[in-house]
C-alpha cells in the first residue's frame, strides 16, 4: 500500500513539473504587447491646455480646444466695461 501511494505521489508530481514548464514555454511564445505610438498633443487655444489630439475639438478654422464649452467661450466676445 505504501508503495502505491509513493507512486501517485511521484505521478503527481511528474504531472505539475511538466505542466508549469509547458507554461512556462507558452509565456515564452507569446509576443509581450507592443506599446502603442504616442498621440500627438495639442494646445487648447482658450486655456493653454494640452490633450490628445483625438479629443481635441477642432473648429473650421483650425482651432482647437479642449472642451465644447471653450470653443464657445473663445468665439464670444469677453465682457466689455
Same mark, same amino acid.
Given at each position: 500500500?505504501? *508503495? $502505491? $501511494?509513493? *507512486?501517485?505521489?511521484?505521478?503527481?508530481? *511528474?504531472?505539475?513539473?511538466?505542466?508549469?514548464?509547458?507554461?512556462?514555454?507558452?509565456?515564452?511564445?507569446?509576443?509581450?504587447?507592443?506599446?502603442?505610438?504616442?498621440?500627438?498633443?495639442?494646445?487648447?487655444?482658450?486655456?493653454?491646455?494640452?490633450?490628445?489630439?483625438?479629443?481635441?475639438?477642432?473648429?473650421?478654422?483650425?482651432?482647437?480646444?479642449?472642451?465644447?464649452?471653450?470653443? $464657445? $467661450?473663445?468665439?464670444?466676445?469677453?465682457?466689455?466695461?
Amino acid at each position: 500500500m505504501k *508503495v $502505491l $501511494l509513493w *507512486v501517485l505521489i511521484a505521478i503527481a508530481v *511528474v504531472i505539475w513539473l511538466s505542466y508549469g514548464k509547458k507554461q512556462r514555454v507558452r509565456a515564452e511564445r507569446t509576443p509581450a504587447p507592443s506599446p502603442s505610438s504616442p498621440e500627438a498633443m495639442v494646445r487648447c487655444d482658450h486655456c493653454g491646455t494640452y490633450i490628445p489630439a483625438s479629443e481635441a475639438v477642432t473648429t473650421s478654422s483650425g482651432k482647437q480646444f479642449c472642451s465644447e464649452e471653450h470653443r $464657445l $467661450l473663445h468665439a464670444t466676445p469677453g465682457p466689455s466695461a
